[in-house]
């Protein structure tokens, strides 16, 4: 059992007491002593709106990062969550609202959803779920969840964005398509257009490997050879390793038709860092490894993202992940919409978010929207190397009669997602 | 007649003693450099680089113009650049990631917006004590003192409201809620009316101070630029307060409001994401500190042509003018 809880007040939700909302919310104010400055306030103050998040997780068995330089984390996500909620309450204090943040943590061996189910029954009705996509569906598919908001700040599976679509589920998180999308427009930019794709064996690395096919044909690449590699994940802590790897990857590269680049879909960690210096041929790694597509790295500070890497560091005293990053946006999409509405039922806040007057700010230098056909959060994606940020997509001259993030994974007319109604 | 004529020759040649007569004196703060680049207006040339602490970005000048403050964010602190010698003289604690600040008319309170902690820090500008730590919302940035010295409008990014702070009390009087991401908060010449810029929202909220309520909201249109890419920041009115500039960030534009009916009249090409501007001493050019052109583009305030672009430092974030 991990179960825990910030601390709750009893004050229930106003649900739609504020309709009238004006845009000064003035006068609200404040004696604060100059000497002490509140981070932000933990209790809610008497006759605040309270907003309920819940935030669920699974301690997943997952591989350890291959390089040393990458920690064991255990609190992924939810750190990110823990600040949103903060920030939340920064604002809140200002306007008489007031976040909170339950969070449920399953272990390797419990069901999730069972867990998450007893909170549902308890009206949690606005759920980061930092899940795999089983779990998340099962979840999404529940009863006591019709009326919910799930954020999907874990899985970028293209299917959940696809045929597996719900009209509950939200996705902060970009998908496979929308990553691979990404490089190749960049990839496109620099002419290089010949890719060797070489994959593993979990099934992230086919999801993945599938949306670089699709990407490929999109932006006119061609892929030259795919190959698998299937020897099981090496332990990143053996004593002269680096012999076997030194051989292994250059026969896994040799004679494959010219090729520009390498895309390694090696999602489940078990050897896309080996490839870089030690390919057949001298070339660069994209993908999985090498030059990644992600929503979130420590090598970007642009657009004011100095401030959020900050603010992460000085509370987890470690680097803010992608996944950490997704659960803060998440809950910063609860905050944005429920500071402009003054109004929290998860309906309101989901016609609120899928309407034009939304948009939230996540250092991307453009207010983040979601479409409407799939609930995907429409987002540039950063490109960085190992060590610095490369670039930021979509590229300049791909063009998009409604809007440039668009060019990036599913838009409209391809979408398979027919979302039920409520 | 003629005595006052005379004695208007003589103070005009007082205030200008030796120095040539319409020369100024040009601050650009570079964000990336960790300098502040100084030119001659006339000339444009570079007169000096002043290396500062890390990260420098919001600038202010004392009202006598013999000091300008610099926000070195990375070092927590404020250094203090002797205007005539060009040094820095000393530094002021301004608590943790000092942003941007603005001076009080009297040259006697500075108030700096720390972006990290979300609070306003006021200082005794002479000695540097700190007078009161005032919690705003998340990543306060803009600064602005009433003309009258009677308050001062913080605006933050992340909780995107406009914050009205007394400056006798130092309590937070208002929150006023403006589009996604506020910059900068800039009073119009009067001083009856405080612009507030947002970033991601794309618009400029015109808020009365007496009633704290936005009276105006408006956006931008350029034909061929897609409205995301549209972000105001920096905002400059005139001398005769009849006309403001809009910096237009990434969309490499400075929009021309006409402040009596709040429309854009014209868009002026310049360079990558204009940031913050300022106007020369004789209101006739508008000096645009361009980020990612790491230049500053000079523009004819009555032909509204931008004239030339000169290079300064890399990432080029504030610029100020010194008469």
């Not at chain 1, 919409?337 to 309407?355: F, G, H, M």
């Not at chain 2, 200008?16 to 319409?22: L, R, W």
């Not at chain 2, 000339?43 to 610099?70: S, Y």
Request: with cysteine.
């Amino acid at each position: 059992m991990r179960e825990r809880r910030l601390p709750i007040s009893g004050a229930h939700a106003k649900l739609g007491s504020a309709a009238v909302f004006s845009l000064v919310l003035g006068w609200l104010v404040a004696a604060y002593p100059a000497a002490a400055i509140p981070e932000a306030p933990t209790h809610a103050p008497e006759g605040a709106l309270v907003t309920k998040i819940l935030y669920v997780g699974k301690r997943y068995p997952e591989p350890l990062p291959l390089s040393l330089l990458d920690k064991d984390l255990t609190d992924e996500g939810v750190q990110g969550a823990r600040l949103a909620i903060k920030e939340n309450n920064m604002t809140g204090r200002l306007i008489e609202q007031h976040f909170e943040l339950t969070e449920v943590v399953a272990d390797a061996n419990e069901d999730v959803v069972t867990k998450a189910r007893a909170e549902l029954a308890k009206k949690q009705g606005l759920i980061i779920a930092d899940l795999e996509p089983s779990d998340l569906l099962a979840m999404a598919d529940l009863p006591e969840a019709k009326g919910a908001i799930i954020f999907n700040v874990r899985s970028s599976r293209d299917e959940l964005r696809q045929q597996d679509c719900r009209q509950n589920v939200f996705h902060i998180i970009p998908n496979w398509a929308m990553r691979a999308d990404a490089l190749a427009q960049y990839l496109s930019w620099k002419r290089w257009r010949r890719w060797l794709v070489v994959y593993g064996t979990t099934p992230g690395d086919k999801d993945y490997l599938v949306a670089i096919r699709r990407s490929a044909q999109k932006y006119g690449a061609k892929i030259v050879d795919e190959r698998s590699y299937e020897f099981d994940a090496g332990s990143r802590r053996t004593d002269s390793g680096h012999q076997q790897i030194q051989t292994q990857m250059p026969m896994l590269t040799q004679g494959a038709p010219d090729y520009d680049i390498i895309f390694a879909s090696d999602v489940g960690e078990a050897f896309g860092d080996y490839l870089l210096f030690r390919t057949y041929e001298p070339r660069p790694v994209v993908g999985s490894q090498g030059l990644q597509a992600v929503a979130w790295h420590r090598t970007f500070e642009q657009y004011g993202g100095t401030q959020l890497q900050n603010r992460f560091e000085k509370q987890a005293r470690r680097m803010m992940t992608e996944r950490d990053y997704t659960s803060w946006l998440g809950v910063r999409v609860v905050g944005e919409a429920v500071t402009r509405t003054a109004i929290n039922a998860p309906a309101d806040i989901k016609r609120y978010i899928l309407s034009k007057d939304f948009a939230v700010a996540g250092f991307k230098g453009i207010g983040l929207t979601f479409r409407t056909w799939d609930h995907q959060m429409r987002q540039p994606i950063l490109l960085s190397g190992p060590r610095t940020l490369v670039s930021i997509s979509p590229q300049e001259g791909f063009l998009h009669q409604t809007s440039l993030a668009d060019t990036l994974g599913f838009d409209e007319p391809e979408t398979k997602c027919r979302m039920q109604k409520q | 007649m003629k005595r006052i004529y005379a004695a208007a020759v003589i103070a005009a040649i007082g205030n200008f003693g030796a120095q040539p007569v319409s020369a100024a004196t040009l601050f650009v703060s570079n964000e990336k450099d960790n300098t502040v680049t100084v030119l001659d207006s006339e000339t444009l040339a570079i007169v000096k680089t002043i290396p500062t602490g890390a990260r420098p970005r919001g600038m202010a000048l004392t009202p006598d113009f013999k000091e300008l403050l610099v926000c070195v964010g990375d070092d927590n602190r404020l250094d203090v650049i002797d205007t005539e010698t060009l040094e820095v003289v000393r530094t002021l604690e301004s608590g943790p990631d000092p942003e941007l600040l603005d001076i009080d008319p009297k040259g006697e309170r500075v108030y700096i917006a720390n972006e990290d902690e979300g609070y306003v820090t006021v200082l005794e500008r002479v000695s540097g004590k700190v007078l009161a730590e005032i919690p705003v919302g998340v990543e306060p940035e803009g600064m602005a003192v009433s003309p009258d010295n009677k308050f001062t409008v913080a605006t933050s990014e992340q909780t995107s409201m406009a914050h009205f702070i007394d400056n006798e009390t130092f309590k937070v009087t208002a929150n006023v809620l403006v589009d996604t991401r506020p910059r900068v908060a800039e009073f119009e010449r009067d001083g009856k009316l405080v612009w507030v810029s947002a970033e991601i929202g794309g618009t400029v909220s015109v808020i009365d101070p007496v009633t704290r309520k936005v009276v105006k909201k408006f956006g931008f249109e350029i034909p061929g630029v897609r409205r995301e890419l549209i972000q105001p920041m920096g905002i400059r009115f005139t001398k005769d307060g009849k006309t403001a500039f809009v910096a237009l960030s990434t969309a490499n534009r400075v929009a021309v409001v006409d402040v009596a009916t709040y429309t854009t009249k014209e868009y002026i090409l310049v360079g990558q994401r204009p940031w913050h501007m300022a106007l020369s001493p004789d209101g006739a050019k508008l000096y645009v500190a361009n980020g990612l052109t790491n230049d500053m583009t000079i523009v004819d305030v009555a032909t509204r042509k931008a004239e030339k672009s000169v290079p300064v430092g890399r990432l080029p974030w504030g610029v100020l003018v010194k008469p």
